[in-house]
């Protein structure tokens, strides 16, 4: 076994970009697929899914990233549940507005599988989402909560915070342009003490990351870049011409502003803060 890929982490994001919520804030608010988008978006996933499950070179863990929603499709639920009974498999994630139903999950390895689960408000009443968050701890799901820290969202977020369980991590993510002051980010770090290292983009240029040595980002064609920011490929996934571009590198660009990136930033502490549940977004010890 390679010790480069002993452990390999895996953010996947197919052509699906459509969703059910009409988020303001978001440039994919209810967008729709054409027929022809959402059976290519089927097979690539299940082209992927067939990929790991033949995965020999280590152990795996996989993030589903969608532009879209994700779980409201039957390919998606059906992967997520494929993927956590693959015996290789440490962890399958994905990000999700917690929309769909919650019955599917009772099928799941519910010990590797896990939600990233964003409270949108204006798109569903409180009560119905913390009736969703109630359905998923008595199926014994591991999943996080957060919110985009809009100043219009504070007060939403506030009563979000008080009414979930203390044992429910609550991130907050700063909203893309927004320049919070000491007073409105110390209002932010009530909710979530780890919502400073969302405030700022990081500096990242020539820093050491993770990425393209055991985290890697796949599109629905197999291409594999280190993440989704950084465009240049490093080879192909289902050619495994991907594998020997593995290895330490710092980064190219200037700076990093998207969790799913700077948590793998080597001069961040933050894969001790997250450890165990890096890529569902919740602390370690949480």
């Known amino acids: 076994m ?29 967008r729709r697929d054409t027929p022809e988008l959402l059976r290519a978006d089927r097979a690539a996933l299940e082209r992927f899914t067939a990929w790991a499950a033949a995965y020999r070179h ?47 999950l009772a099928e799941a390895d519910r010990a590797k599988l896990a939600l990233w689960v964003t409270y949108h408000p204006g798109q569903v009443s409180e009560q119905r989402f913390l009736a969703k968050c109630a359905e998923l701890t008595a199926l014994g799901v591991r999943f996080s909560v957060g919110v985009v820290g809009l100043p219009e969202q504070a007060a939403a977020a506030r009563r979000l915070r008080a ?8 991130w907050v993510n700063a909203a893309d342009g927004h320049v919070y002051d000491d007073a409105e980010a110390a209002g932010w770090a009530e909710l979530d003490p780890l919502f400073g290292y969302s405030r700022h983009p990081h500096r990242s240029a020539g820093l050491p990351c993770r990425t393209g040595e055991s985290v890697v ?25 991907y594998r020997e571009q593995l290895r330490p590198r710092a980064c190219p660009l200037g700076s990093c502003d998207c969790h799913i990136g ?14 165990g549940g890096v890529l569902e977004r919740i602390p370690h010890g949480w």
């Open 2 to 30: 390679d010790a480069v890929d002993d452990h390999l982490s895996v953010l996947y994001r197919g052509p699906l970009s459509s969703c059910d919520y009409d988020c303001p804030y978001c440039p994919f608010a209810k």
């Open 217 to 241: 980002s796949v599109d629905g064609e197999g291409t594999v870049r280190r993440c989704h920011f950084v465009r240049p490929p490093l080879g192909n996934l289902y050619d495994d011409s």
């Open 262 to 275: 700077y948590v793998h930033l080597e001069s961040l502490p933050l894969y001790d803060v997250f450890a």
């Open 163 to 170: 009414a979930l369980p203390p044992e429910v991590y609550l």
């Open 58 to 104: 280590g152990r795996l863990s996989v993030l589903f990233t969608p532009w879209g929603e994700g779980l409201v499709r039957s390919w998606y639920r059906r992967a997520m549940v494929e993927l956590s009974r693959l015996p290789h498999l440490e962890r399958v994630a994905i990000q999700t507005n917690g929309s769909c139903r919650t019955g599917w």
